[in-house]
């Protein structure tokens, strides 16, 4: 009997004891499994999240696992709100949303940078909101966004890429703020419907093709901070009727007022220490342009070459040589 029962109590021992162990692994399990649910996985997408915001939004670990960069997910549409965090991180980067049929996007403060191409053809983009906490718009990134109709830059911008706004031909006016020095190369390029631009002081450079072909553009505002125009900053601008080019311009680029055709008349300031090939090209006789501190066309040849009041001679894209500019040049000592 006591052999028996001895079997007995060893036998319920043992069921005890590998009940605990299959409790204890059924927490671990639910232990990873939460883990597994609410971590990272090696690439660097998170697993938690709503099912809207999974679908929507494609979320990449950056900086060392400390923040996210966001970018269009399998299906994005209409109005998006980007979030500020995701898995307890925060949302710092704006990637790519190319392509999409997106009307409108809220950017949380959060953000600091949007990426190169990041609207690059949203077609469909009316309108945008940009935090003040970002500083940099990266290389076409709204190009070809054909319907949106305003923008509003924060004055935390230090940098507008190349062609960040390039061919957005609903877009009727823009101010730089201060914050930025360098406006980037076709940065406004082709913008057809900008008729206002209002650069603030602190701007330095203007990009190549800039404001090329802004066929609408009746104002610009220079600041006395601004030392070079790029070239063809200007070209095609055929509404425009004047432009101050301010004391302090050492640089004018080639063909950086070509076929500006309503221009009635220009001033080049003494500043001025050169000028591109073509820079006033296709300028008629009804325009004049005055040139500080230059007696003579002589002494204006000498600082900057005789091309500087030339125009290139083009047939079917093939360059046949130079000749003059038909407008009226007025030197001042």
Do not use: H
């Amino acid at each position: 009997m006591k052999t028996k029962k001895s079997i007995v109590c060893g036998f319920l021992a043992v069921m005890f004891a590998l009940t605990l162990v299959f409790t204890g692994c059924g927490s671990l399990i639910s232990i990873l499994n939460t883990d597994e649910q609410s971590g990272r996985t090696a690439s660097g997408t998170a697993n938690s999240g709503s099912p809207a915001q999974e679908t929507q939004f494609k979320f990449t670990l950056i900086n060392g696992g400390t923040a996210y960069s966001v970018s269009k997910g399998t299906e994005i549409n209409g109005a998006v709100v980007i979030p500020a965090s995701y898995n307890d991180l925060p949302i710092i980067v704006i990637g790519t949303f190319a392509n999409t049929s997106i009307t409108s996007v809220t950017i949380p403060s959060s953000v600091t940078s949007i990426e190169d191409w990041a609207f690059y053809k949203c077609t469909d983009l009316t309108s945008i909101t940009i935090p003040s906490s970002v500083t940099s718009i990266g290389n076409y990134a709204f190009s070809d966004c054909t319907n949106l109709t305003g923008i509003t830059i924060p004055s935390s911008v230090t940098s507008i890429g190349n062609g960040a706004f390039s061919d957005c031909t609903s877009l009727t006016s823009v101010t730089i703020p201060s914050s930025v020095t360098s406006i980037g190369e076709l940065a406004f390029d082709d913008c057809t419907s900008l008729t206002n631009v209002t650069i603030q002081l602190g701007v330095t450079s203007i990009g190549q093709s800039a404001f090329g072909g802004c066929t609408s553009l009746t104002s610009v505002t220079i600041p006395s901070s601004v030392t070079s125009i790029g070239s063809f900053a200007f070209q095609n601008c055929t509404s425009l009727t004047s432009i101050t080019i301010p004391v302090g311009v050492t640089s004018i680029g080639g063909g950086a007022f070509q076929r500006c055709t309503s221009f009635t008349s220009i001033t080049i300031p003494a500043s001025v220490t050169y000028i591109g090939e073509g820079a006033f090209g296709y300028w008629k006789n009804t325009q004049t342009i005055y040139v500080q501190g230059k007696a003579n066309q002589a002494s204006a040849d000498r600082a900057w070459g005789n091309k500087w009041r030339t125009e290139m001679i083009m047939e079917r894209n093939y360059y046949l040589g130079d000749r003059n500019i038909d407008a009226r040049i007025v030197y001042q000592q």
